[in-house]
């Protein structure tokens, strides 16, 4: 009886040892999927971040370099200012003189980090500040050139108005010494050129129109009175001009050069002097002109100066 009672013991059969080891593999090879699975993701993942990082870094580098063209530009474009207002007013040069440390500092340092290939956007953000500076700087110059052209303004115009008032009878463009200057000029009158041919050995004269004849130009005139020019010796230039708009001259007859006014060479045919009294007229002034070559057909003009002005002119016409 007690042998049918050990019989009742569950019986482990074959069938049931081969399926725990199956059951075992399974797990395994899931394991091994999900740390392969894991670490792809990581893979990926990691992949991923150093892509965004290498696009991070491209953009960074583009707009440092796209920062400090534009930055460079700016400097350029203060300089330019800069230079222009130096050469524009000396009084700017002088004040930039005293603070000419400050100006090379700031230029010195914009121009380092500018340069810099290594330079970072903090960097930038400092030379764009620098340049910030020193375009305020500039902007306080061109603002004080403003008031200087103001002022000189102004005072251009009071000195216009005092020259207006000191002489209202003499054309306004011209200058204040040259006002002073011209109340002294002469005025000649009633001027004659006559062309003459000499007879008889030159003691007989007649006047004649014909060019092949003439052998004497005599230019007679008058100096009318002035009650500004002082007394005395008076230096008159008379210019002769023929038909081929050439200027006769000829050393040994006494041309020569002199100036006009404004210190222009002026040539001129021949000189007179005159003794001029105060507030007198000098009548008939007469000069004679010759020359070895013969006179052409055509018009002659006579242009008289005084301190370089031009007094009179007058002209004739040879057959």
Same mark, same amino acid.
């Given at each position: 009886?007690?042998?049918?009672?050990?019989?009742?013991?569950?019986?482990?059969?074959?069938?049931?040892?081969?399926?725990?080891?199956?059951?075992?593999?399974?797990?395994?090879?899931?394991?091994? !999927?999900?740390? %392969?699975?894991?670490? #792809?993701?990581? &893979?990926?993942?990691?992949?991923?971040?150093?892509?965004? /990082? *290498? =696009?991070?870094?491209?953009?960074?580098?583009?707009?440092?370099?796209?920062?400090?063209?534009?930055?460079?530009?700016?400097?350029?474009?203060?300089?330019?200012?800069?230079?222009?207002?130096?050469?524009?007013?000396?009084?700017?040069?002088?004040?930039?003189?005293?603070k000419d440390s400050e100006i090379s500092q700031l230029k010195e340092q914009i121009r380092k980090i500018?340069?810099?290939?290594?330079?970072?956007?903090?960097?930038?953000?400092?030379?764009?500040?620098?340049?910030?500076?020193?375009?305020?700087?500039?902007?306080?110059?061109?603002?004080? !050139?403003?008031? %200087?052209?103001?002022? #000189?303004?102004? &005072?251009?115009?009071?000195?216009?108005?005092?020259?207006? /008032? *000191? =002489?209202?009878?003499?054309?306004?463009?011209?200058?204040?010494?040259?006002?002073?200057?011209?109340?002294?000029?002469?005025?000649?009158?009633?001027?004659?050129?006559?062309?003459?041919?000499?007879?008889?050995?030159?003691?007989?004269?007649?006047?004649?129109?014909?060019?092949?004849?003439?052998?004497?130009?005599?230019?007679?005139?008058?100096?009318?009175?002035?009650?500004?020019?002082?007394?005395?010796?008076?230096?008159?230039?008379?210019?002769?001009?023929?038909?081929?708009?050439?200027?006769?001259?000829?050393?040994?007859?006494?041309?020569?050069?002199?100036?006009?006014?404004?210190?222009?060479?002026?040539?001129?045919?021949?000189?007179?002097?005159?003794?001029?009294?105060?507030?007198?007229?000098?009548?008939?002034?007469?000069?004679?002109?010759?020359?070895?070559?013969?006179?052409?057909?055509?018009?002659?003009?006579?242009?008289?100066?005084?301190?370089?002005?031009?007094?009179?002119?007058?002209?004739?016409?040879?057959?």
């Amino acid at each position: 009886m007690n042998q049918g009672f050990n019989n009742d013991k569950p019986v482990v059969t074959s069938d049931d040892n081969r399926k725990r080891p199956t059951k075992n593999k399974t797990w395994v090879w899931v394991g091994i !999927i999900i740390v %392969l699975l894991g670490i #792809n993701i990581y &893979l990926f993942s990691t992949k991923n971040k150093v892509s965004s /990082e *290498r =696009d991070h870094m491209a953009q960074t580098m583009e707009y440092i370099a796209a920062e400090r063209d534009e930055l460079s530009a700016e400097y350029d474009a203060a300089i330019a200012r800069l230079d222009m207002l130096l050469t524009k007013n000396t009084e700017l040069d002088s004040l930039l003189s005293q603070k000419d440390s400050e100006i090379s500092q700031l230029k010195e340092q914009i121009r380092k980090i500018l340069s810099d290939s290594r330079a970072t956007a903090s960097d930038l953000a400092r030379a764009k500040n620098l340049i910030a500076s020193l375009s305020s700087r500039v902007k306080s110059y061109e603002e004080r !050139i403003a008031e %200087l052209e103001y002022e #000189n303004a102004a &005072l251009s115009g009071k000195n216009k108005l005092l020259e207006a /008032e *000191r =002489d209202s009878t003499v054309s306004d463009n011209i200058a204040l010494q040259q006002k002073l200057r011209l109340g002294a000029v002469l005025h000649a009158s009633r001027i004659n050129m006559t062309p003459i041919e000499l007879r008889r050995q030159g003691k007989k004269e007649k006047t004649t129109g014909k060019a092949k004849r003439v052998d004497i130009l005599r230019v007679q005139f008058d100096i009318d009175e002035n009650r500004i020019a002082e007394d005395g010796i008076k230096d008159l230039y008379l210019c002769i001009t023929g038909p081929d708009g050439r200027l006769l001259s000829n050393a040994a007859y006494g041309s020569g050069v002199t100036e006009t006014f404004d210190g222009k060479p002026l040539p001129y045919t021949m000189a007179k002097q005159i003794d001029l009294k105060q507030g007198e007229a000098v009548k008939d002034i007469v000069v004679d002109w010759h020359q070895d070559s013969d006179y052409s057909k055509g018009n002659y003009m006579i242009q008289i100066y005084h301190q370089g002005f031009l007094i009179g002119s007058g002209n004739v016409v040879l057959r």
